[in-house]
């Protein structure tokens, strides 16, 4: 028995770990988001009692009874962050303090339980630290964490449960994209929207990324990598990609993103670069940008550069923008020096490569 901050856990013995030699064969080409390490965490939660039962061991199935509330209803929610190797061999988180505080911020929205914010991290770490030898070295490679929580109670009433599942699982990971483009296409969606005033799409849950799979499949049926959503109300202006927040950058070296709203995802990314690019002394506003200003700016000359930014894909320049009626091109169509300062700089501070004066690196043991 040891201590996740302040909930005690179980370790249990994993019987059969993959071998050394199986797992240096997967983790040498791991892709993303299909390369499962050997353990996960699990942790449970009742009305009256809170948190309890926190465990570390294999990972394996859950076993559900069909009833179960998340099936039925979807109360659920998750988050994603990632394991680094610094370059002195350590591991570390970067901002998981960020990632528990929106965690919460998703649970109160659907009606959660709250999870105390140094046992996520805690949890998080002690993943990392037992799984450390799953860490790919290859490009972009990182241990990919994605906490949840699940409704558990078995109930076919519509109210908030009264059990839940906490759970911790990583992958072995390497870049998100893999089109070999410089720069992402986007597809804009006309007849699909993400979010809408008061609804969820500030939470980070399950059903907000089935709503953008149509929208997603019709942009990549069109030859595009991604789509961006426009508001749900005057279908104007723009709010974000299907898993990405996204910045322009305009020819006086300013920066614009759209303002965080109840449709918008607050994206841990998006704060560290909007603090990086102030930090250099660049102006970054935070203000709505219309499709068709995007457009006339970037046929213009004025708008130079585009990027679309997430812990998945890190960030990622945008070269072309097309709908049914038109088509453009950001910048040269490729990657901007700006976008690639900013991400540059991100990496350094992640990897432990480059001093990090705002504290964002947590070291593990």
């Known amino acids: ?20 030699a199986e797992r240096a064969a997967l983790i040498a080409d791991p892709g993303f988001g299909k390369t499962f390490t050997d353990h996960m965490v699990t942790i449970r939660y009742t009305a009256g009692t809170g948190w309890h039962d926190a465990t570390l061991g294999p990972r394996g199935p859950l076993t559900l009874d069909p009833a179960t509330a998340v099936l039925h209803y979807a109360q659920e929610i ?8 610094l370059s002195d061999g350590s591991m570390a988180l970067f901002r998981p303090e ?12 659907m009606a959660m339980p709250e999870m105390p914010e140094d046992v996520f991290v805690e949890a998080c770490k002690a993943l990392v630290d037992i799984d450390k030898g799953w860490f790919p070295d290859v490009d972009g490679g990182s ?30 990971t390497g870049n998100y994209f893999k089109s070999g483009a410089p720069a992402v296409s986007l597809w804009v969606s006309e007849h699909y ?12 849950c399950g059903g ?11 942009a990549m049926q069109a030859g595009h990598d991604q789509v961006v959503f426009l508001d749900a109300k005057e279908h104007r202006w723009i709010e974000e990609l299907g898993g990405m927040n996204v910045f322009f950058v305009f020819d006086d070296g300013s920066i614009q993103t759209p303002p965080i709203s109840d449709t918008i995802l607050h994206g841990v990314t998006r704060d560290c670069l909007i603090a990086l690019a102030r930090e250099v002394g660049l102006t970054v506003r935070e ?28 960030v990622t320049p945008i070269g072309k923008v097309s709908a049914p009626g038109f088509s453009f ?9 700006l976008t690639q300062k900013l991400k540059s700089r991100l990496i350094e501070i992640q990897r432990g490569t480059a001093p990090d004066p705002f504290g964002w690196v947590d070291r593990i043991r």
């Open 1 to 20: 028995m040891t201590e996740i901050a302040s909930l005690p856990i179980t370790r249990i013995t994993h019987p059969a770990p993959v071998s050394d």
């Open 78 to 85: 998750f988050e994603g962050l990632k394991g680094y190797k």
């Open 98 to 109: 960020a990632n528990a505080r929106r965690f919460n911020a998703s649970a109160r929205r």
């Open 143 to 172: 241990l990919y964490l994605r906490p949840f929580m699940i409704a558990t109670e078995a109930f076919l009433g519509v109210r908030p449960a009264n059990e839940y599942l906490f759970m911790v699982i990583a992958a072995s």
């Open 193 to 204: 929207n993400r979010a809408g005033p008061g609804g969820t799409g500030a939470a980070k």
């Open 208 to 218: 907000n990324y089935a709503a953008s799979l149509v929208p997603i499949a019709e």
């Open 287 to 314: 203000e709505p940008y219309a499709i068709d200003q995007w457009r006339a700016d970037a046929e213009s000359g004025r708008l130079i550069e585009s990027f679309a930014c997430g812990t998945a894909a890190v």
């Open 329 to 337: 091109t950001v910048g040269s169509g490729g990657p901007g020096q």
